[in-house]
T-cell receptor, first 111, second 117 residues
Framework: QKEVEQDPGPLSVPEGAIVSLNCTYS??????FMWYRQYSRKGPELLMY????GNKEDGRFTAQVDKSSKYISLFIRDSQPSDSATYLC???????????FGQGTRLTINP | GAVVSQHPSRVICKSGTSVKIECRSL??????MFWYRQFPKKSLMLMAT?????????EQGVEKDKFLINHASLTLSTLTVTSAHPEDSSFYIC?????????????FGPGTRLTVL
């Protein structure tokens, strides 16, 4: 079993839709849960992260972690064409340095 | 802040030659840098962790003699692909951690696309 599983998509939705991106993980030691966004032919950029279980909101983006089920979600409200990118989840254990990336979900928002 | 640059952005070379890729932290000192490779439509695969002034730690399956990493200063790490072959063609991305952050958040460079003919 991979440490982090993420549906690679591709996922295509119309502009304005609510998007749900998800990951599951197996390592109970993960405490930080990062979401990176990667545009085509660019390096990833950190979108947001949460610590332990719970929700965190940043503008149109909401990150959610359920440690009991080892399930990570990223919601995008009022999606825009500029949100079209690959989204990678990357959990991290406390004090660890190495990120463990999910496969990434390719998202396309159609105008 | 926390900007990481890479040079070159893309390189094409002949099989058998060596290629050096530079990774710089522009506005902070990075004690730890990471090197990844990414194949088309695939996720990032960690190749090695590089700490300033010490030998890099390579991930299982990564040939240390083929992918030479040097982290000579707190703002510069280099990856040299020696005797490159077409199968080494990939997107190479570096990242650096910002000291003092509890999350050990990584800041990524823009990547270098290597094509070996």
């Amino acid at each position: 079993q991979k440490e982090v599983e993420q549906d690679p998509g591709p996922l295509s939705v119309p502009e304005g839709a609510i998007v749900s991106l998800n990951c599951t993980y197996s390592n109970s030691a993960f405490q930080y849960f990062m979401w990176y966004r990667q545009y085509s032919r660019k390096g990833p950029e950190l979108l947001m992260y949460t610590y332990s279980s719970g929700n965190k909101e940043d503008g149109r983006f909401t990150a959610q972690v359920d440690k009991s089920s080892k399930y990570i979600s990223l919601f995008i409200r009022d999606s825009q064409p500029s949100d079209s990118a690959t989204y990678l989840c990357a959990p991290l254990a406390q004090g660890a340095q190495k990120l463990v990336f999910g496969q990434g979900t390719r998202l396309t928002i159609n105008p | 802040g926390a900007v990481v640059s890479q040079h070159p952005s893309r390189v094409i070379c002949k099989s058998g030659t060596s290629v050096k890729i530079e990774c710089r932290s522009l506005d902070f000192q990075a004690t730890t840098m990471f090197w990844y490779r990414q194949f088309p439509k695939k996720s990032l695969m960690l190749m090695a962790t590089s700490n300033e002034g010490s030998k890099a730690t390579y991930e299982q399956g990564v040939e240390k003699d083929k992918f030479l990493i040097n982290h000579a200063s707190l703002t510069l790490s280099t990856l040299t692909v020696t005797s490159a072959h077409p199968e080494d063609s990939s997107f190479y991305i570096c990242s650096a951690t910002l000291p003092g952050l509890a999350t050990n958040e990584q800041f990524f460079g823009p990547g270098t696309r290597l094509t070996v003919l």
